[in-house]
């Protein structure tokens, strides 16, 4: 095994446990649904609203991708060793994996995060995405500083698309977007 993809899988298992909410081994349906109600009232929205529905649409797009792609026994659940083999197979090699099925979660999320609709994310808002994710306080500041590559202290839209795009199907080592939640040790 590679360095490289070590140091992927570390950052996949980080991930998986942000989607096992309920720490019961396995990312299920509930536990993305009980993800979008942590940020949902961490931001203040409600899934009426526009920005709580896109964020739910997103997550059940890519729920939907994740079963199609990545159970493979069928159960409806996702076990992380499903979860480690198939983000890589679905989202990271094949061509537009990400953009098609993840990038929609991604951009709901953060169009909630992005409070005053300014195309950016302060740190304050930055922070409460982060708790919704279970991140440490001192991971969330930590990863503001690395992904705050202009030191403008803020974060764009787009450049958190690319650092998330980065975080899950990214291979360098030294790609700032490794740092989206912190330390992966």
């Not at 994740?66 to 989202?91: H, K, N, T």
């Not at 995060?113 to 969330?140: H, I, L, M, Y």
């Not at 590559?149 to 291979?171: C, I």
Request: one cysteine or more; proline letters at 3%; charged letters at 30%.
């Amino acid at each position: 095994m590679t360095a490289y993809s070590t140091h992927r899988e570390r950052r996949l298992d980080h991930a998986f446990f942000h989607l096992d909410v309920d720490r019961n081994g396995y990312a299920e349906h509930d536990d993305l649904t009980a993800l979008a109600a942590r940020l949902m009232d961490l931001f203040g929205e409600a899934p009426g609203t526009s920005k709580g529905g896109a964020l739910i649409d997103g997550f059940e797009t890519f729920w939907q991708a994740l079963l199609a792609a990545i159970d493979l026994d069928g159960d409806r659940r996702i076990s992380p060793l499903e979860w480690r083999q198939g983000m890589v197979s679905a989202f990271a090699e094949q061509e537009g994996g990400f953009d098609r099925c993840f990038r929609p979660a991604v951009l709901g999320a953060l169009a909630m995060v992005d409070t005053d609709e300014d195309g950016s994310v302060n740190p304050d808002e930055w922070r409460r995405f982060q708790r919704a994710f279970g991140t440490s306080p001192e991971d969330a500041e930590l990863s503001f500083a690395r992904l705050d590559s202009d030191g403008d202290g803020t974060l764009s839209v787009d450049e958190l698309v690319e650092n998330a795009r980065q975080f899950y199907t990214g291979t360098d080592e030294a790609a700032v977007g490794n740092w989206f939640f912190g330390r992966v040790d």
